[in-house]
Each structure stands twice: as C-alpha cells, then as structure tokens.
C-alpha cells in the first residue's frame, strides 16, 4: 500500500513522511477517525514507508523487496492485530485467521467491521480482541527484526480488546522494546482505557472532502461528475458509504425496510407487529454487528428526515428511495421528538453494544418509537 492509493488525505500523508524522513517517528501513534477515511489503509502505507528500502520524497518506492512484501502483508517486520469472533477451530489469536485477514485486506483497503466480520462468517457473535492477543503481541515483539529497521504492530480497533489484553498492552507500551513502532487504528477512542491513549501521539485523520471524493468516483468507477458529487455529499468525507451507495447493496435496502416497517408499527401503535419485528431483529440472520449498522442507519435517516422537515435542503444527503420515503414521513420527526427519537436509537446501539439480548432491546425500542409518532 503506497500513499498513492490512498484517497485524499493528503495533509496527514505529508506529516507522516516528514516524521520519517526527520527522524521522528514516535513508538505509539494513534490513528483515530470516522469509518471509511483510510485509517488502516494509511496505517499501512506509513508502514511500509519506513520500511522501504529506497524511500521517495512523496512515497515509498514501490518496488524493493520490502515494499513487494509490503502489497501482500509478508513482510517478516509487520505484525497485524485485529477483532474476531472465536469458534471452536481457533485459538483467540489473530495468527489463525491470518489468511483470510491478508486475503480481505489486500482486496480492499477500505472496509467496515461489518463487512469483516460478514467474511469470516461470524454470525451473531461480537468482535474481539481477545486476553491471549497480548501474548502474542509480546513474544512477536521480542523477535530480532528480519529486514526492517522497526519492528512494527499495526492493531485495528483497539477499543475492541478485552480489558486483560488492553492491560498487558498498556504495560508493553510504557517500557516498548527498542525500534518498535505500534501504530493504533480507532474509530472509538472513548471506549479505549485512558491510560493507553495518554501513551501514545494521536493523529487525527478528517473526513475525505467531497470534491476529492468526488473526482476519485468519477476516475475509479467510471461515475458522472452529478452522480458522483451527489453521491460524495451523501457519504459524508467516508468512502465507505460511497461503495454501498454505488453498489446498492442489499444490506442497505433492508435496514432502509427495517425502518419503515418499524416507524409504520410505531405509527399504528400496533404493538404484536412490533414484537414480531423484534423477533426478526434477532434472528440468526441478524448478527449483533448487523444489528449496529440498523441502529446507525436509523439515526441517519431520522436525522435526514429532521432537516427536510425544517426545509434546509442544502444539507439533506438522501438518495432517490429515500428521499420518496421521507416526503411523507419528515413531518413526523420534528423539533419536540428529534432528540428522543435519536436518543432511543443510541441507547439501543449500547445495549446491544453491551450484549443487552436483542429481542428486548428492539421490543423496547418500538414502545418507545410510539410515544414520539403521532398520528395526525
């Protein structure tokens, strides 16, 4: 991965070579921003920057034997820690979905942990960076580096990690052992212990702008300039939402009916459809990530209707079904019920986020939806 490939960013991709090329480069750094701005993709290129054996001014040189390595995730130097869900093949360490890891990451950089979790088959089961995680992270970090000055352990999602392995790291990144370069890649820096960031330098990467987006729509996927502007303001700076808006996909459509089907209910006060909801909410279809993305696309889209209500046009991002939808619907969100309505979805988001059992918290969820959705 080269800086090249990475969206925008440009700022963010400067500073980080000139820590390298001055000679900064801190030992724990702190990558924390919004899902689909290039984190992990700009984790990875910083990565094999210092590593590369022929450095450019802009970029790594793509063409060493350690930025060779670097495109399929080999290099001996690079260790990658990321959250899963264990089953009875695996031993709670990265190392055993290794594979499948390089596999999806060499594919598409830029991915959300949904869509992770989709690939290794996860089912309904949460993300985790497990208590042996932290053992492995030191014995790796004990070994002599191979052909790199640093040896380097990019960990996505930390806020992810069980608290014990979030313990040990803590301990490892107060005494790091020499040329180690951790790099931490967050979306949630609140749910990471305190101690751990007070450790390390944090870089804040922004949302991709939109013109940007817009104009790499237009080169990559062959989209119109209109298409691509409207569909750059709808993601909002993450490239993320762009793919799925591009692809249409079906997870979209059904959080998108889920939404209707359950404001409809809440409309009717009809209380044995909203539990036959909560119900399908919960299936063995729904995994509790798949869970989080309706609750996320619940606050979007009641938001959007919010702001079409108040008739500020300029910052509604809908697409076409959407739009249709909320024509009719805006009315309903306004200024007395738009902070409970958000409220009840963010709520809802954290007790599943705490494994509250679903079929409650969306039951509850509904109740509550039809003390704000007034029939005219």
Aim: glycine letters at 4%.
């Amino acid at each position: 991965m080269q800086f090249s490939q990475i969206i925008g960013q440009e700022i963010i991709k400067q500073q980080l070579i000139t820590s390298v090329r001055e000679g900064r480069i801190s030992h724990a750094q702190l990558f924390l921003g919004q899902e689909g701005v290039g984190k992990l993709a700009l984790a990875i290129a910083y990565a094999q920057y210092v590593s590369c054996l022929n450095k450019g001014e802009h970029d790594s040189c793509g063409t060493c034997s350690s930025c060779i390595k670097y495109e399929k995730l080999i290099h001996p130097d690079l260790h990658m820690v990321f959250p899963f869900a264990k089953d009875g093949k695996t031993k709670e360490i990265c190392d055993d979905l290794l594979p499948e890891w390089r596999e999806f990451v060499t594919k598409n950089v830029y991915f959300s942990l949904e869509q992770w979790m989709d690939n290794i088959g996860a089912g309904n089961k949460q993300a985790t960076i497990y208590a042996n995680e932290s053992n492995e992270i030191l014995r790796k970090l004990q070994l002599t580096t191979y052909e790199s000055a640093y040896k380097i352990m990019i960990i996505w999602l930390p806020e992810k990690m069980n608290i014990t392995c979030a313990n040990k790291l803590l301990k490892i990144l107060e005494e790091p052992p020499t040329k180690t370069l951790f790099i931490l890649v967050s979306e949630q820096v609140e749910k990471i212990i305190s101690t751990i960031i007070s450790r390390t330098q944090m870089i804040k990467i922004p949302l991709i702008e939109t013109h940007t987006m817009s104009s790499y729509l237009q080169a990559k996927h062959s989209i119109s300039k209109e298409n691509s502007i409207n569909i750059a303001r709808i993601a909002n700076g993450n490239y993320i939402k762009a793919l799925s808006i591009i692809k249409a996909t079906e997870e979209s459509q059904l959080n998108f009916t889920r939404y209707q089907e359950i404001m409809r209910y809440a409309y009717k006060n009809d209380v044995l459809a909203t539990k036959k909801w909560a119900e399908e909410m919960t299936s063995s279809s729904m995994g509790r990530e798949k869970q989080k993305s309706f609750l996320d696309y619940a606050q979007h889209i009641t938001r959007e209707c919010f702001i079409k209500n108040i008739e500020i046009n300029e910052l509604n991002y809908l697409i076409d079904y959407e739009e249709n939808f909320s024509s009719g619907f805006a009315r309903f969100v306004n200024e007395k019920n738009i902070q409970a309505l958000m409220d009840f979805f963010a709520d809802a988001a954290t007790d599943i986020e705490q494994n509250v059992q679903g079929k409650f918290v969306f039951f509850d969820l509904g109740l509550k939806l039809m003390t704000q959705i007034k029939q005219n």
